[in-house]
């Protein structure tokens, strides 16, 4: 995306102004610039990396991002509390892992199961949707943490279709034309899943961004800030809370394909919901809910502690008491304290940042406007151009 | 014709009777208003031509049809559940039990032209005003899921025009100024209007406004009936619901007052005013 050249003629430049409040000129103005530095930054992550195991971190940072985006249109803007996301991620997962392996000898091309995963997601969605539309808050989270529940289970014990326990292995990988010398495969190089992954962030923000600022996009939100009012405003709550529910789920079958065929197997206790819920929702809540940035840069900092701090720290601890060479201290041995007490300190970072920041690391530009008090014109269309 | 009528109604909340077998009339283009003590069951009529509360009796018309039409099931609700209520509608009237007494939801009432504001202000506090106005266009915008996700330049040019008229229902109410703040933060005169705006913005036939004037001072009382007025002479009938009787007697043109539930007396202000039991309603039996 490049600057638009012909900027003097009239109406040119309201054109330009209208497509940035919609996102589309990201280019457009000298506040982007950081948005395309980072993009090229990305771009050229892979080429600086030289072992690619950082790519490989990122390639997998990547689907909780998408997760988090997904859950994010679902609590961020209707305002439904979904406990039970890990749901639809795993059937987006299994969707694929059944019709791209060896289970069943059925091998559908990625690129066409992409999108058939993420509408078998939305239909859960819908399916999970209908019976909790009289639902609110507290209910609501009951009823979805129990489907959150349920479908991994009959995952582990529909044997026959889904291998059970040990689930399915040997998943089909994504395959292109051989271009540049590179023959197309994907295998086990980090480096292609990397380039996927950012190609589907980049069109899900995309998509994500265009529904936020859209008729249904506001019909979700009046209907968080008020049910009543907004069907007596003449929103029909209940397609549009389904349409929250599939078009969340819809992203959680992106991340469950993509999560499925870069692991080369599925299994149902990645599902469970410890492992796939509550982090996401940690990562909307603890980014800013409602805020496409802030959920962004709060699914990277919770994996990040995840898979990176809390696994390196014990090692840390030992070395630094190693270094400072004091006899009762390496005695403690505190490393092996970090290492058995990995939730406690996860926990306890989660319980320092939402006290330093309850609002969220990015609130929403809501919240923001409603501190600063911004009045004019051209401060909510700047608000608004921001993802 | 009237615009509303309502044959009959009751509303029985366990063992407290809100509505008790009301009639009443809305003639189009009048502007109308119901009284009553507190209590006296105003708010629940409201919300049940609204589509809030079914009632447990009677009948509600708009525009001489019942709010409850065949082929309002049918917009409205999915085939099966539709071909239920029609049926379990045709049998009612088959064995003389009248039509099936089931509201509209409050959504399919506001797109046959019913628009309401609330008692307690309803606003969508994290939405800018403007954006809240937008919301009251949402029933007859036509932009489809994937235009919405692809934005395409059918949803781009209705949600310019959307804008637009927003803008012009921000400007008509006098809230032009305001229109990027958050209703939130809006004065509490303001976000009155601002929900009557949000109300017009449906293209009502029918405005029901529940205590607009709550809470007023004369000044902005004296702006609000300017305002009622500029409505009326839009072509839309008003249907308030109105404890001051400066603003009751001064706009509105007949006037139903209300007291446990039942209609005890409608007419002309004049005459209301006058009358025995809404006196005694008000201020009690003489000893």
Redo the contacts between chains.
């Keep these: 995306m490049k600057r638009p050249s012909g900027q003097r003629q009239p109406g040119f430049l309201e054109r330009a102004r209208s497509f940035e409040l919609r996102g589309w000129g990201a280019a457009g103005r000298a506040r982007n610039v950081p948005y395309l530095l980072l993009g090229i930054a990305l771009i050229l992550f892979p080429i600086l990396d030289s072992d690619s195991s950082q790519v490989n971190v990122a390639a997998d940072a990547g689907h909780w991002i998408l997760l988090a985006l997904g859950l994010n249109i679902v609590v961020g803007y209707a305002g439904l509390l979904d406990l039970g996301y890990a749901a639809f991620f795993a059937i987006g997962s299994y969707a694929f892992a059944i019709l791209a392996s060896g289970q069943f000898h059925i091998h559908i091309s990625f690129w066409i199961l992409l999108p058939v995963s993420a509408f078998i997601a939305a239909l859960f969605g819908v399916l999970l949707g209908a019976p909790t539309l009289r639902l609110r808050g507290d209910y609501l989270a009951i009823v979805t943490l129990g489907f959150g529940e349920i479908v991994p289970r009959v995952f582990r014990n529909a044997t026959p279709i889904t291998g059970g326990v040990n689930g399915i292995v040997g998943i089909d990988q994504p395959r292109l034309p051989p271009i540049l010398g590179w023959d197309g495969k994907f295998g086990f190089n980090p480096v292609p899943y990397y380039y996927l992954i950012l190609a589907i962030l980049i069109l899900s923000i995309f998509l994500i961004n265009n529904l936020r600022n859209s008729r249904l996009g506001r019909a979700w939100m009046a209907i968080r800030e008020d049910e009543v009012a907004a069907s007596a405003t003449g929103i029909n709550t209940v397609t549009t809370k389904l349409l929250a529910f599939a078009l969340g789920a819809s992203f959680s079958g992106f991340a469950g394909t993509y999560y499925a065929s870069k692991l080369f197997l599925v299994v149902p206790e990645s599902f469970s919901f410890q492992a796939v819920s509550v982090v996401v929702l940690v990562m909307v809540v603890l980014g800013g809910m409602g805020n496409m940035r802030g959920v962004i840069v709060g699914a990277i900092l919770i994996y990040t502690i995840q898979t990176y701090l809390l696994i390196q720290l014990p090692g840390w601890i030992d070395s630094a008491t190693a270094a400072l060479n004091i006899d009762w201290l390496t005695k403690l041995d505190l490393g092996h304290y970090a290492q058995q007490s990995n939730y406690l300190i996860f926990g306890l970072i989660l319980v320092g940042i939402m006290l330093l920041r309850p609002q969220g690391l990015i609130p929403s530009a809501q919240r923001k406007v409603e501190l600063e008090l911004g009045t004019s014109e051209d401060s909510l269309a700047e608000l608004q151009g921001q993802v | 014709m009237p615009i509303l009528e309502v044959k009959g109604l009751t509303k029985r909340f366990g063992g407290l009777l809100a509505v008790n077998n009301v009639d009443l009339s809305v003639e189009a283009g009048e502007i109308f208003a119901m009284i009553g003590p507190n209590g006296a069951g105003k708010t629940t009529l409201f919300n049940l031509v ?1 589509g ?1 509360y079914k009632p447990t009796s009677g009948q509600i018309f708009f525009n001489g049809r019942s709010v409850y039409p065949v082929r309002e099931f049918w917009r ?1 609700y999915s085939p099966p559940i539709a071909a239920y209520y029609t049926v379990a509608d045709a049998v009612r009237r088959g064995v003389g039990l009248g039509p099936l007494p089931l509201g509209l ?3 399919a009432v ?2 046959l032209g019913v ?2 504001t ?1 008692q307690n202000i ?7 005003a403007v ?1 809240n106005v ?3 266009e ?4 036509h ?1 489809q ?1 994937w ?5 395409t330049p059918f ?2 040019n ?3 025009r ?1 804008r637009d008229r927003a803008m012009e229902l921000m400007r008509f109410v006098g809230l032009e100024r305001y ?4 209703a ?2 809006l004065a509490y005169g303001f976000q009155r209007r601002l929900e009557i705006a ?2 017009l ?2 293209e009502p036939k029918l405005l029901m406004l529940d205590e607009p004037a709550a809470g007023f001072n004369p000044q902005e009382k004296a702006e609000l009936m300017q305002l009622i007025q500029a409505i009326r002479s839009r072509g839309i009938t008003v249907f308030l619901i109105e404890h001051d009787m400066k603003v009751v007697m001064e706009v509105s043109e007949r006037i139903v007052v209300l007291d446990y539930g039942e209609k005890i007396a409608e007419g002309p202000p004049q005459k209301v005013r006058t009358n025995p039991r809404v006196i005694e309603a008000y201020l009690g039996k003489s000893a």
């Design positions: 609204a809030l409205t939801k409050p959504h506001t797109t628009a309401r609330f309803r606003l969508f506090s994290y939405m800018t954006e937008m919301v009251g949402h029933p007859r915008m932009a899921v235009d919405a996700l692809l934005n949803a781009r209705e949600e310019r959307v229109a990027d703040q958050y939130r933060n949000r109300a913005a449906t």
